[in-house]
């Protein structure tokens, strides 16, 4: 009886566990899409707050919190994302367009569809040094805020990259500048082991085609 006990009690705290992430995950997208907090980590802190969760609680995986964000904006958004989204995609072909010459890719939300309307469009650029971008977009009098990013280029293997974020038609833009060693070696994908999903031009022109 006390093992069978202690069985029950184990599936009963893991029940718990399962509830507990899915929440947080769900009020963590609800934050994400209708506050605008890019930063997952953050999301789920506050939502543990707000749930009046331990800050210690196993949290739920990012990935989670992304098929969360994406519930929210079927049952929320389904009038207004699409059209955001395409817009966002449009607006990423005019940066593809624009950075040509640092063989850029578009990344995160607005690739694979998540995007709302608090996203940037994210590329990733390839120069042997950062500062070609700097002058790059110097050249063409843009103001911009410099940041280190932190990546994981495998498991084990973590790595600062320059990135530069600024405002082109009122549309945030975020560009991490990576070697051109690395333009077949992408990131790992926030909170996962798979290499992040990339795009050239042409890839996301069969995108807009196909929405249309």
């Known amino acids: 009886m006390r093992r069978g006990h202690a069985r029950s009690t184990r599936l009963d705290d893991a029940r718990d566990g399962e509830r507990r992430r899915r929440s947080i995950a769900v009020e963590a997208a609800r934050l994400i899409s209708e506050q605008g907090i890019r930063d997952y980590a953050a999301a789920k802190r506050k939502a543990a707050e707000r749930l009046g969760f331990a800050l210690d609680a196993a949290l739920p995986k990012n990935s989670e919190v992304e098929d969360a964000l994406r519930e929210h904006q079927r049952l929320f958004g389904a009038d207004e994302q699409p059209q ?44 042997d040094e950062a500062e070609a ?25 973590t790595r600062s990259f ?35 999903a990339r795009a050239t031009l042409a890839a996301l022109e069969t995108l807009l085609a196909g929405e249309s």
């Open 84 to 127: 955001v989204l395409r817009e966002l995609r449009e607006a990423a072909r005019e940066a593809l367009q624009f950075f040509a010459p640092f063989d850029p890719r578009l990344v995160g939300p607005v690739l694979d569809g998540s995007a709302d309307r608090y996203s940037a469009v994210c590329l990733h650029v390839f120069a």
């Open 162 to 196: 320059p990135a530069f974020v600024f405002s082109a038609g009122g549309t945030p833009v975020d560009v991490t500048v990576f070697p051109a060693d690395l333009v077949r070696q992408a990131p790992l994908d926030r909170g996962g082991e798979k290499p992040m």
């Open 133 to 157: 971008l700097v002058r790059f977009l110097g050249e063409n009098g843009i103001p911009f805020e410099e940041q280190d990013r932190e990546l994981r280029l495998s498991r084990d293997a």
